[in-house]
Each structure stands twice: as C-alpha cells, then as structure tokens.
C-alpha cells in the first residue's frame, strides 16, 4: 500500500478544501510544480492531482499547471477533476498522465466509460465519492439516483484499473478515518469483484494511528491512501507514513 501525496489545484496553487466546499479552500503553495518535485524527490512512487476549478465547471484554468508538472517530475501521475468527455479523457492520456479518476462521467456516461477502459487497459479509476451512503457527482454537488452496488456491479466486467473512494464527510477534516465507513465500503467492492480491480481510499487521514487502524482492517486489493491535509498541516511525514504502510507490524 502506497501512501499517495495530494496536490489540489485551484487558480494554479495548491489548495485544501473542507468536505470538497468550492469557498472553503486554503492556498499552502503557490507553486505546484515545485510541490511536486519535493514529493518525488523525498521518494513518492506516485502523485495525486485533482483539478477543482475543472470540478466546479471552470475548465482550463490549471491546464498550465498541470502540463509543467507533467514535465518536471517522472513517477506516475493519477488526475481527476472535471473529466466529463472523451476528448478530455484523450487530452490528458496526451498530456502523459498515467491514470485518470472518472466520477461524473463514469455515472452519467457507462457505456462510455465502459468502452474508454477497453481502448486505456488498466489506467482509469472509477471514483466512488460517497455521502450519507449516496454516490456524489459534479464536484460533489449531486446525488445520482444509481447506488454504489449498481456501480460495482456494472463495472466489475469492465478493463477498469479500481475504484477511489472518498469520504466526503471527511474529507479535509482531520478528525481520523471513518474504518466503519471505508469497511463497508471495500466490502461491497470487494464481495463483486472478481478482476481484483485496485481500490484507493480518500478522506480523514489524519495521524500515523489512522495507518496503523487501517493496516489492522486487511482490507483486499487496497493499492493507496491520499494524504492530503494531513500532510499539509505538518501531521504526517510521508516518509514514516510509508514506512508504517510497508512495515509486516
């Protein structure tokens, strides 16, 4: 299990929003490229981008960004954020991103996203963003009518590489995680999920007793956790959250 660094851009810097609210968003550095240098040059084996202005209907205004740190940095990539059509899916495939996160898409457009995974094998997550045991989609704004079985379920056949999945409720809140939520929800992935397809979890990490909880689930096909305030506020180092992650205790 990896512990995956978060970098949310919003007007080009790195933000941190509370339960994914657009007006609640603090700036802890101006310059994304160099915050992703710093996470590959202390040994993060990938990095995790979403594009919140992209989520909230304002597309374009981090591409720059986006493409610098492309550019500046060689581990893997996962993106999300406002990718609602296949030409965006091919923008970024072209861009070099190594894996994108589908949410509203992968509700409102299947069919789609069902034939996107069979022509990119393994490189798109389908993102469960959950609230009050509800699906979220468009920047967290809606609730889709499917539920997540029925997402899992169609999705179980399909060359999709895993799931993310997101605690909205505690997302950017620093109060722990939720390890009754996120195993109820592995456990649905999971019971259906003959491909063994990955599962990325998002939302409350908080301190190295969160890994450690984590850890004690044994939770199948878990690939990484995002760290994302917890890291920006100075709770966690990533290198000892790694370590903790890969140790047998």
Known sequence: MQILPAIDLKNNSCVRLSKGEDTSSIVFNNNPTDQAIYFQDIGCKKLHIVDLD???????????????????????????????TKNDVKKYFDLGIDNLIIGSMSVKQREDVKDLSSTFRNKIYVSLDIRNDSVMIKGWKEKTDLSIEDLISFYDNTFIRGYIVTDIENDGMLRGLNTVFLKKITDKINNTNSNNKKIVLAGGLTNYDDLRNLKLLNILNIEGIISGKSFYVGNIDLKKAQKILSSNG
């Open 54 to 84: 992209s989520a909230f209907g304002r597309p374009e205004v981090n591409l720059s960004s986006i493409k610098k740190i492309r550019k500046a940095i060689s581990i893997p990539i996962q993106l999300g954020g406002g990718i609602r």
